[in-house]
């Protein structure tokens, strides 16, 4: 008897996740290589329903069956009271989500593609610290439930990311990029260049004045507005009666330029997958579109809880049970250049990365942050780094009023951002 009949005979229902996978790691320190290793992982998670309530138990590695059974029924004892099947059988999208070539990808070529993107750095600037990182992962997956679902899904992932730090006395300059991919891509020139543009700028450290000016947040910045939106909009916060977004879909709440959608279905792409961590059908979901709130991200209990539908949008790993989360985040472009944005700018402020995202009242949709690398703008030029800078705002007031968003957008794990500029934000010099 299979370990989903014996979950059957011994609750009211039951969901069974088990997860194959073998990953590849090499990483380089100080520009020379530190590790590289092999790593085959085999997980089972399940989860039942009894009396009305969730149990759930997980083991990596080979496991005494019943020995998982008995700890997920003993534990839906002191579970939490639902009100929710677990997934029937459904028709689930096609997506690519598996690539052959990371199987074939060797760890001699991972060695060989680390080391060129840290030979290129170290011919920048002596002194420079240089860490890279490779990885590679083919995962298989199957979830069955005992309402009859049975899916299977492949994935596979690629990534480089590679970090420089440069320490002259106080300053220290940190820089990073990465690339990720389901297939094989050689990132090693996006990597190299993406860092080295942004130390010859960092290299002229210019005097700055603060006070109410344009800026600019570049895609890797941008979680710095949409982070307070993505909590409000998390079925979790809603269940919890705390989100101000609460009862307002299908309201205008920020300016007509700004739609952004959740995408688990962009080809090729880590976030991607056919169904979500509980079985949903995944689906494009718009979050915003043209400034009207259109959907949350609900798994099946934050659905329950709030009287509402699952937007297949469960995430889980195998030692923690499912929660409402986004996969490929992508805000709609616009039609201006980003180079025709800066050129307007008479004095501004380029956000490059930022200490501490999350400070502030998530709730509220405050932000109050450090920068850790940010580019002074002068007469609709970057002209050289700034340094004791911070911005604070509130995300429902400022996305109100989108100046500007660029038509370029950029790849950066599962997001996909343009550039968008806010024309008076309040920027601190300390």
């Known amino acids: 008897m299979s370990l989903l009949e014996k979950a059957k005979n011994q609750s009211d229902s039951a969901e069974l996740l088990t997860v194959n996978s073998e990953s590849l790691s090499v990483s380089f320190t100080a520009g020379e290589i530190k590790s590289s290793e092999r790593k085959d992982t ?6 039942v329903i009894k009396d009305g309530r969730i149990g759930f138990s997980s083991a990596i590695g080979i496991e005494n069956e019943d020995l998982l ?3 997920a029924i003993e534990s839906a ?4 009271k639902v009100d929710f099947s677990f997934a029937s059988p459904a028709e689930p999208a096609e997506v690519e989500t598996y690539h052959e070539s990371i199987r074939n990808l060797s760890i001699e070529k991972m060695i060989e593609m680390g ?6 750095l170290k011919k920048a600037e002596e002194g420079l610290q240089i860490d890279v990182g490779l990885g590679r992962v ?3 997956s199957a979830l069955q439930t005992t309402n009859g679902l049975e899916l299977k899904e492949t994935e596979s992932s690629f990534g480089i990311g590679a970090g420089i730090e440069r320490i002259d006395g106080n300053d220290i300059l940190m820089l990073y990029h990465s690339g990720q991919s389901v297939k094989v891509e050689d990132f090693t020139d996006e990597v190299t260049t993406k860092i080295l543009e942004r130390l010859e700028i960092s290299r002229n450290l210019v005097a700055f004045e603060g006070g109410p000016m344009p800026v600019i947040f570049p895609p890797r910045a941008m979680m710095t507005l949409l982070l307070p939106l993505l909590q409000a909009i998390n079925g979790k916060t809603l269940a919890q ?10 309201e205008k709440l920020f300016d007509e330029k700004f739609t952004l959608y959740d995408n688990p279905l962009v080809p090729l792409k880590p976030a991607s997958s056919s169904f979500d961590g509980e079985g949903i059908p995944c689906r494009k979901m718009a979050i915003v579109e043209k400034g009207v709130l259109k959907n949350y991200v609900l798994d099946l209990k934050t ?3 709030t ?7 469960a995430r889980r790993g195998l030692t923690s049970t499912p929660s409402p989360g986004t996969s490929n985040l992508v805000m709609e472009p616009g039609n201006t250049s980003i180079n025709d944005i800066i050129s307007d700018i008479e004095k501004g402020l380029w956000v490059d990365t930022v200490l501490g995202l999350g400070m502030g009242n998530l709730l509220s949709g405050s932000f109050s942050n450090t920068l850790g690398v940010a580019f002074k703008i002068e007469n609709g030029k970057l002209t050289g780094r700034v340094k004791n800078v911070s911005i604070a705002g509130n995300i429902y007031e400022l996305l109100k009023n989108i100046t500007a968003i660029s038509k370029e957008t950029e790849w950066l794990g599962s997001l996909c951002m343009p550039y968008l500029m806010l024309e008076s934000l309040p920027v601190v010099v300390k």
């Open 42 to 47: 085999f997980g089972t998670a399940l989860r």
């Open 138 to 140: 083919v995962s298989n």
């Open 307 to 313: 009287n509402m539908k699952s937007t297949g949008s």
């Open 241 to 250: 009666g705390s989100s101000p977004l609460e009862g307002k879909l299908e």
């Open 77 to 80: 004892q002191f579970g939490d």
């Open 115 to 120: 080391r060129a993107v840290a030979d290129k």
């Open 69 to 71: 059974l008995k700890n």
């Open 303 to 305: 659905a329950s809880q």
